[in-house]
């Protein structure tokens, strides 16, 4: 398995703003192939901003790296930037690969 982490700084404020845009928009994922699961969390509250992470869960590093190269993620991702005054910075990207898996 394979995760990929996207942590956004979300401007204190924007919170509603934030979650309308990620849960009013198209999405593509669960027609791409390896594909797994989506979840948008909600973190702690700072003084200037709200965590919030994107997690992707996919079969392998492989089919994440080719839906990157899809038309489904160029669907997903266009205007993306255009929201930029909701964020403090950029968001980051963190992948993993799995090492151990233990299921209920």
């Known amino acids: 398995m394979y995760l990929t982490i996207n942590r956004f700084r ?5 919170e509603a703003a934030f979650e309308a845009i990620w849960t009013g928009r198209e999405t593509h994922l669960p027609q791409v192939a390896g594909f797994k699961r989506f979840t948008l969390f909600r973190g702690p ?7 919030y992470l994107s997690h992707t869960l996919w079969d392998d590093r492989a089919a994440f790296e080719a839906w990157t190269r899809s038309e489904a993620f160029r669907e997903a991702h266009k205007g993306a930037g255009s929201h930029k005054d909701i964020y403090l910075g ?3 990207l963190e992948l ?7 299921g209920a």
Not at 10 to 14: E, H, I, P, T, W
């Open 90 to 92: 950029p968001p980051e």
């Open 45 to 51: 509250e700072h003084d200037d901003h709200t965590v």
């Open 96 to 102: 993993f690969d799995a090492v151990q898996t233990i």
């Open 10 to 14: 979300v401007k204190r404020g924007q």
